[in-house]
Nanobody, 126 residues
Framework: QVQLVESGGGLVQAGGSLRLSCAAS??????????MAWFRQAPGKEREFVAA????????YSTNSAKGRFTISRDTAKNTVYLQMNSLKPEDTAVYYC?????????????????WGQGTQVTVSS
């Protein structure tokens, strides 16, 4: 199976930055074959797509609200995907989840991902 462990969340003031990490592991897990993504969920809201990166790292996807502020990247040597978040806003407050999947998928559709981390809380104060 695949284990995903997020870290890097916390409390930050508006305009600040955070870098989230997601370490992936598993006895038969081949990180370089998996697409990776970040989703978030605020209280009372549905889980929403933030950003994704293809298995090769050559293509990234993100929402309009994330473009220009958030950057997703992956380090195959460390089996880790990152989400660098700059210019944070109070509306970015949510639990951020890492997700992984192999094969053909719609990157922004959370139902397409079979492996999830436990989430890390990001709180942005105004």
């Amino acid at each position: 199976q695949v284990q995903l462990v997020e870290s890097g969340g916390g409390l930050v003031q508006a305009g600040g930055s955070l870098r989230l990490s997601c370490a992936a592991s598993g006895p038969t897990f081949a990180f370089s074959r998996y697409a990776m993504a970040w989703f978030r969920q605020a209280p009372g809201k549905e889980r929403e797509f933030v950003a994704a990166i293809s298995w090769s790292g050559s293509t990234t996807y993100s929402t309009n609200s994330a473009k220009g502020r958030f950057t997703i990247s992956r380090d195959t040597a460390k089996n880790t995907v990152y989400l660098q978040m700059n210019s944070l806003k109070p509306e970015d407050t949510a639990v951020y989840y890492c997700a992984a999947e192999i094969g053909t998928l719609t990157y922004s559709n959370h139902y397409d991902y079979g492996f999830w981390g436990q989430g890390t809380q990001v709180t942005v104060s105004s």
